[in-house]
Structure formats: C-alpha cells, structure tokens
C-alpha cells in the first residue's frame, strides 16, 4: 500500500505599498490578475493529470493580495507540516517587488521555498541581464526567480520543489511558448466575487507588433503574436458562465493585433446572438483599430461595452521621441467616433513627462483633448522608465539618476528628473491633471455627449466619480483603486517601525469615514450634472465640435492640428503621402 504524500502550493499575486508602508488593499478590489488566472488553471491541469505521481496529493491556496490579507504565520506553519511546499509569489511587476521580497524574508527564514516570477524578473533578465539591486537581493535569499511564461514548464519546476531542487532561475525569454490549446485561465467564482465589478480576466493572445519605448510588453512577451485559438476562448467564457461570471478584461495588450481577432469575435457574437447568452467584455487597442474593417462593429456585438486606447499624447513630437509611430493625430478624432457610434465607453491612456512638456504645454493640450475629442474617461499617467522597458535600458546605460525605491513605478510616482520641469513641478501638474480634465463642466459635457451617443449616463457617473477620486481621496491611480480601503497593522513595509494598536485603529476609522464622505460628495456632485443632462428633453440632439463629421477641413479648424510640432508633422505625412502616389513637389520660386 503506497501512503500519500502532501505537496501545498501557495499560489499569491502581492500588492505594493503606498506612500506610508501600508500594504494597498480593498474589500473588493479593482480588475484581476491574468497571471495569477492562468498559473491557477496550469496548476489544475497539473492535478487533474496526476502530473506529480499518483501519491502526491496537491493543496492549492489562491491568494490576490489586493483583496486578501496573507497571513504569513499561517502559511508558514501550513508549509512545515507538508511533506514538500512551494510559495510561488506570481505575475509580480516592479512596484510590487518590494513586497514580493517582503512576503519572501519570513518564509525564506522558516525554510520555506519561494519563486518569484512575473514582469520584473522577465523584464531585467530581457534588457538588464539580471543587472537590479532587487533581483540581486532576492537570490542572495535564496528565492528561485522565473523569466518567461509557465506554459510547458509547470510540471518540471513542480517536481524541482518536490525534489527541493529549485534552480536560482529559470530563463526562458528565449523560448516563449505557444498559448494554443494549453490549459486556460481560470480563477473560482469565490476569489472572482472580490472584485468591484465580479470581474474576471483572461489574455486571448500575448505579444505586440509596435516598440513604444516606455513599453515592456514588447520585451517580456515578444513582437510576435501569439494567441489562444476560438476553441480556447469560447471554453473559458462557458467555464466561467457555469460559475455565474460574466464580465471579463481581455488583457491582450493590443487586440486589434491579434490575428485571430475576427475568428474570435464571430464565435461569441453567435454565443451572444443565437445562443442568447449574456456577457461582456473590456478590451484594449491601438488607435488605428477603426482602419479594420468591421473590427468594431463586431466588437460591439461581440460584448464589448468597453475599450482602453493608448492614446498617449497628442504632440506628435512626443509620440515620435516614443516611437509611438503607429499613432497619428488626424485619426483621434475618428477613431474615437467610430467607437461611439457602437456606444462603446472609450478610456484613453495619456502620458505626462515628454522632454518637450512643460506645464503650460500640457494643460493646453489637457484643453485641447476636452474641446477636439470625444474621450470619455481619460487617465494620466508619468512617464515612467520601468525596468524591461527600452527608456529604462537606456537610463541604466547612461548612468541617469533614477528613484532606487522599485515601490514607485506604478506610474504615479515621478521617478527620474525632467529637462523642462522640477520634481515639485512635475507633480503638481500631475496632479492638477486630473482636475483640469475631470472639472464640473466638463463632466457634464461627457455625459451629454454619452447621452447623445446611446451609451448609459449612470455608467459615465460611476466611472468619473471612481478615476476623479481615486488619486484626489485614495492618493492611488485608478487601475489601482477598489471599494473601501482595508489595512493591515502588522503588514507594513521590512524596516519601517508598527504603529501601536491604539494610535493605528482610531487613524484608520477616522481616514476611512473622511474618505467615505468625501467619495459621497464627489458622486453627489457629479450626479447632480447627470440627473440635468438625463432631465434634458433635447439631450439626444447635442453634440459639439468633438462629435460633429471629420472633414478635409479639419487642419484649418482644430487646433489639435495647429500646434508648430503638428503643423510640421502633417507636412510630413502629406509630402509621404505625395511621393506614394507620384505627386511631385511645386518647384521653389
């Protein structure tokens, strides 16, 4: 009689910090973790094959920290009274690496096995070769560092922590896999039921074509595409509908690039439009995705209700220093009907920090974006040099001062100097941002430009209030905030000194409260602009300069079009244009 074994894995996707070394957490959190979802369902593939031995039994615990607290004694304990254990600290980005490593000092103390993986593992070994003072800190404490992609490999590195043979790391950037027909993401319906909005994701491919400079995607998941098939993506929608969720992120970094994107699309449209199911989905694309034909049509009856565009700047001197060649100014406009025409909510990415800006340079384009474009919600971020990236790899180079505190690249952190602006300057525009862009009257107009469009004013409502408040109450990014903040006493940033019981619960509940009423009268405020526009009995006839038809004229009226930088740029593009189609040039006088 063979006696089994027990093998536990601790599966945990950390958080990060906030300014004062309070772990980031919500009661329900904002949108999930892909990588946490797909080494989750590798893992049950794992179990379900009996990959490890008939005698090993497999005890898996999902943890996302951003809505759970980990208790580390427990863990501990949990990992000593198994026969082999293995805590794998999963998808983790810069920001979150230093408390990756704090996660990992206790166990690593106790003798439990860690693996870090995720982007700043792949990242630093893709363009720094294992040059970071983190990276370096971790092996020293013996955490076994993985660079690459999970599919193909589970079973081996599995077996290692059996064995207790773990590698120091496992580099695969050279060979990343392919996605077809592998196991697919899936989290349970219990982790999924803490997100805000029920909320689970998935990638329907990996990789992208372009090489923006401030990417990493490019770096850690390739410019080839890589893609589940319809099979794969219609099995993970069924999965997750048997368990009651039905909103998902697709986090492909670029949608529209994926080859298979009509295949896919075809076969939930008739899942939604034949078989009568009910799901919905939010994407993200380039700003020439309008150029395909039927791409958003499809999109829209597919279940797409929202779409993410890295829009980024609207200086084409800026977007060309960030090889962000694929955007062009004179398609904003378009593009982005074209998507309300769908009645699809439109977010749009923008980048602060340029060489080129300046304060006075970056609220007039702020201006510019309210007045030319019908955005709907647009969020700011720093330029940011993250580690796996080229401006990143370039700095490092150079020998150019950068923050050393990894905490802070989550994009709302200035982190490196600027040539036109101070630090103080550079956060105080960042800041002001947000206000410029998210004023009273300008809400109203979004609104009412919803309201025209066919897409619902409560959801515009909801969606300003939450990306309004969630750097001017929480003091964290949008993608980062969830429904009421939670903190952890004890769980507070290796060094930085635990406050006592009694000054750290009454703080807390007094900061929760004020937070609380303030987040209510920003809603109270944004909704009164809603309940007008809804109360309007013209509010289906409005539109403005953002909604009226692109024209040949366009150059002469908008002034998105007359800044010396765009000026320059569409004489550029006319002068590529002509020469494509033999036009010469008038001779000079």
């Known amino acids: 009689m063979t006696l089994s074994k027990r093998f536990v894995l601790y599966l945990i996707k950390p958080s990060h910090y906030d300014d004062d070394g309070y772990v980031i957490q919500w009661k329900l959190s904002p949108i999930p973790s892909n990588s946490l979802a797909s080494v989750h369902g590798l893992v049950r593939d794992v179990i379900d094959r009996k990959a490890l031995g008939a005698d090993w039994n ?45 996660i990992a000092r206790p166990l690593r103390a106790a003798g439990v096995q860690v693996a870090i993986g995720g982007f700043h593992v792949s990242g630093v070994i893709s363009m720094l070769n294992g040059e970071d003072a983190d990276f370096k800190t971790a092996q020293k404490m013996g955490i076994s560092l993985f660079a690459g992609e999970m599919e193909g490999r589970t079973d081996a590195v599995l077996a290692d922590a059996i064995a207790g043979t773990l590698q120091p790391l496992y580099n695969f950037m050279h060979d990343l896999p392919g996605i077809e027909d592998t196991p697919v993401p899936f989290m349970p319906a219990e982790h999924v039921s803490r997100t805000a909005y029920n909320l689970t994701s998935f990638d329907a491919g990996r990789g992208c074509p372009y090489q923006c400079s401030f990417c990493t995607i490019i770096n850690v998941q390739g410019r080839k595409s890589r893609r589940r098939s319809p099979d794969d993506i219609e099995k993970i929608i069924r999965l997750n509908m048997s368990q009651g969720v039905h909103r998902y992120f697709i986090t492909d970094d670029n949608f529209a690039r994926n080859k298979d994107w009509e295949a896919i699309l075809d076969r939930l449209i008739h899942m939604r439009e034949v078989e009568g199911l009910n799901f919905n989905f939010i994407i993200q694309v380039d700003t020439l995705c309008h150029r395909i034909p039927r791409f958003i049509e499809k999109c829209s009856r597919a279940g797409v209700t929202r779409v993410f565009i890295g829009l980024e700047n609207v200086n084409p001197a800026n977007l060309k220093d960030a090889k962000k060649r694929q955007n062009k100014i004179t398609e904003y406009r378009v593009m982005l009907q074209a998507w309300k025409q769908w009645r699809v909510i439109t977010y749009a990415g923008y980048i602060l920090g340029f060489p080129t800006d300046t304060p006075e340079r970056i609220m007039h384009d702020i201006d510019v974006v309210k007045r030319e474009l019908p955005v709907d919600i647009l969020e700011f971020f720093f330029l940011t040099p993250l580690p796996g990236s080229e401006d990143h790899q370039k700095l490092h180079r150079a020998g150019v001062e950068m923050d050393p505190d990894l905490n802070k690249y989550d994009l709302n952190h200035c982190t490196t100097g600027h040539p036109n602006m101070s630090k103080a300057e550079f956060e105080k525009v960042y800041a002001d941002a947000w206000s410029r862009y998210y004023s009273l009257d300008h809400v109203e107009t979004i609104m009412r430009r919803a309201a025209a469009s066919g897409v619902s004013t409560a959801q515009v409502l909801l969606l300003c209030t939450w990306f309004m408040g969630a750097l001017k109450i929480e003091g964290v990014h949008p993608l980062e905030v969830g429904w009421i903040r939670k903190k952890s006493r004890l769980n507070r940033r290796h060094g930085m000194k635990i406050e006592p019981a009694i000054l750290f619960y009454p703080k807390y509940y007094l900061e929760l ?77």
């Not at 863990?75 to 980005?93: E, H, S, T």
């Not at 007359?562 to 006319?574: F, H």
């Open 58 to 102: 497999v005890d898996v615990e999902t943890i996302d920290e951003t809505n759970k607290e980990i208790h580390l004694k427990t863990i501990i304990a949990d990992c000593q009274g198994a026969d082999a254990a293995l805590v794998m600290l999963i998808g983790v980005q810069s920001n979150q690496f230093p408390r990756a490593l704090d």
């Open 513 to 589: 409260g004020w937070k609380l009423s303030r987040w209510a009268w920003l809603y109270f405020r944004f909704g009164l602009k809603q309940l007008k526009v809804e109360r309007d009995p013209n509010r289906k006839a409005y539109t403005d300069l953002s909604m009226t038809p692109v024209s040949e004229t366009d150059a002469e009226d908008l002034e998105l079009l007359k800044t010396s930088d765009a000026v320059a740029w569409l004489d550029q593009q006319k002068r590529i244009n002509d020469a494509q189609h033999g036009i010469k040039a008038p001779a000079a006088e």
